[in-house]
């Protein structure tokens, strides 16, 4: 079965800091695919990233990265240089071939001016 | 490129009451359609999803029903609602044709539902 465990219920930082986000998933499958979502106060879920579980290599978007480890079962977001508007809770999720996405639980990001 | 709708945005309805939300996605064919609920500061729960017209998959044993009468467009209803169906409700889609599970699902702006 498939399973995500995001255990940073809450992270408060004050801007310009850097912060990582955990993800650590579960599953049996060797294909299988990885995402994270922004939910902004207006409840939207914005779409961030994909991985699938052949491609380990890590990615960098702006300020945003994505530290992809196989052998940790881990897929860690990282944002460089925080800002206010980086305020959200920030989903990480897997999904297995042929199964439904799973969504971890969430962590709330907030950064203080 | 494509867009997603909901409507309504919020919605307060009392126990008892019929439910009808509606999603509509634009600039795609043959998306496949999902309906997920996210309770207050919880996670998302995926209740329905469709990869076309009239073929409708429940996730979850429940008091709503989904049904896709168009192809973009999925509608979320349910004849009597309960205390316990208060929640964020968001529709998604993602490329048809694609393996479930390899595709990346896009979700709309949701509807806020309050049941009193």
């Known amino acids: 079965a498939q399973k995500v465990t995001q255990a940073q219920t809450e992270i408060s930082v004050v801007e310009k800091e850097d912060v990582t986000l955990d993800c650590v998933y579960e599953?049996?499958?060797?294909?299988?695919?990885l995402f994270w979502y922004k939910q902004p106060p207006s409840g939207e879920l914005v779409f961030l990233i994909r991985?699938?579980?052949?491609?380990?290599q890590n990615e960098i978007s702006g300020r945003y990265s994505w530290n992809f480890q196989k052998s940790t079962s881990s897929f860690n977001f990282t944002i460089t240089a925080s800002q206010v508007v980086d305020s959200a809770v920030y989903f990480c999720?897997?999904?297995?071939?042929?199964?439904?996405?799973?969504f971890g639980s969430g962590t709330r990001l907030q950064v203080q001016p | 490129s494509q867009t997603i709708h909901q409507w309504p945005a919020t919605l307060v309805q009392p126990v008892g009451s019929p439910l009808s939300l509606e999603c509509t996605v634009e600039?795609?064919?043959?998306?496949?359609l999902y309906w997920y609920r996210q309770a207050a500061g919880r996670g998302l729960q995926l209740l329905f999803y469709?990869?076309?017209?009239?073929?409708i998959s429940s996730e979850v044993p429940q008091n709503l029903s989904a049904s896709r009468p168009q192809d973009r467009q999925f509608i979320l209803s349910s004849k009597k609602l309960l205390l316990s169906d208060s929640g964020f409700y968001l529709c998604?889609?993602?490329?048809?044709?694609?393996?479930?599970?390899?595709?990346?699902?896009?979700f709309g702006p949701g509807t806020r539902l309050t049941v009193l």
């Open positions: 600039g795609t064919s043959n998306p496949n």
């Open positions: 999720a897997l999904s297995e071939a042929g199964r439904a996405l799973t």
């Open positions: 469709s990869v076309g017209i009239g073929q």
């Open positions: 599953t049996r499958d060797t294909t299988y695919y």
């Open positions: 998604a889609w993602s490329v048809g044709g694609l393996a479930r599970g390899a595709d990346t699902q896009y």
């Open positions: 991985r699938n579980s052949f491609d380990e």
